[in-house]
């Protein structure tokens, strides 16, 4: 079996596979930060859901928590006997970064862009909703070209209540009218709603400089929500980056 781990800022999202076969995933809060913590963790995880650990032959990460870096390294040395393959701007998969500078890619964008190419083709649109909105664009030839980088929907609403000293923490949820009838609503309609006019307009702006009608797939925590409100969405795949992972070793492995 295999795991891929996804370190974000907020989540850290977790999936076992059996050859191409996702068997379990979660997204678990940013909260641990030693490798002991993490390695019990994992273990404890795996045991809960009728997994063993010891049948974990191969594991790969990506980061945007440098300070996760080395524990996770170590978490997967120490409790699982192996090295863990962290995937970075500079590991060979097979596509071309356009990037000025091509380690300033965050290795969650080249995954999600390797991962939509090889599962749904190119050209593409890869739109992740995280901490922050990341839209990336894939070439016809299947090039990483960049993209463009926006807050997420709960930093916007945390940017809101910490500056607005009457405005309230809200639900994410889809508010019946664009027209707010209370605060929460017109909250909910400003972030949401608003959000999906954002990525609906870069991603028509995209389209229009690559000179292609390219696919559009939406990933992340809030993807199955947002996706119910925008435009253009070819596919929805939430676990799009554990699959990316899962199809980056494979293809180091067999380099």
């Known amino acids: 079996m ?3 781990v996804d370190i974000g800022n907020t989540t850290i999202a977790v999936g076992i596979y059996d050859a191409n076969k996702l068997l379990a995933h979660w997204r678990l809060s940013s909260i641990l930060h030693t490798s002991d913590e993490l390695g019990i963790y994992l273990l404890n995880l795996l045991r809960m859901n009728n997994l063993q650990p010891e049948k974990i032959t191969g594991a790969a990460f990506a980061s945007v928590v440098p300070s996760l870096d080395f524990p996770f390294s170590e978490a997967i040395r120490n409790y699982f006997g192996f090295e863990a393959l962290q995937v970075d701007a500079s590991t060979n998969i097979d596509m071309k970064i356009r990037y000025k500078n091509p380690r300033e890619v965050g290795a969650d964008r080249i995954v999600a862009a390797y991962a939509g190419r090889e599962k749904y083709g190119a050209p593409l ?26 807050p997420g929907l709960f930093s916007g609403i945390s940017a809101l209540f910490s500056k607005a000293a009457k405005l309230p923490k809200v639900a994410l949820k889809i508010p019946e009218s664009v027209i707010g009838k209370n605060t929460d609503e017109a909250i909910q309609s400003g972030i949401l709603l608003g959000n999906a006019g954002l990525t609906d307009r870069i991603v028509e702006l995209i389209k229009k400089e690559i000179g292609t009608n390219a696919k559009v797939v939406m990933t992340g925590g809030h993807a199955e929500l947002m996706s119910k409100i925008s435009r253009g969405v070819d ?21």
Do not use: C, Q
């Open 2 to 4: 295999f795991l891929a």
């Open 235 to 255: 596919y929805v795949d939430p676990w799009l980056m554990l699959d990316g992972l899962r199809l980056i070793y494979e293809k180091v492995n067999h380099a």
């Open 125 to 150: 649109v890869v739109i992740d909703y995280g901490t922050a909105i990341t839209l990336d664009a894939v070439s016809s030839e299947g090039d990483y070209l960049g993209g463009a980088i926006a």
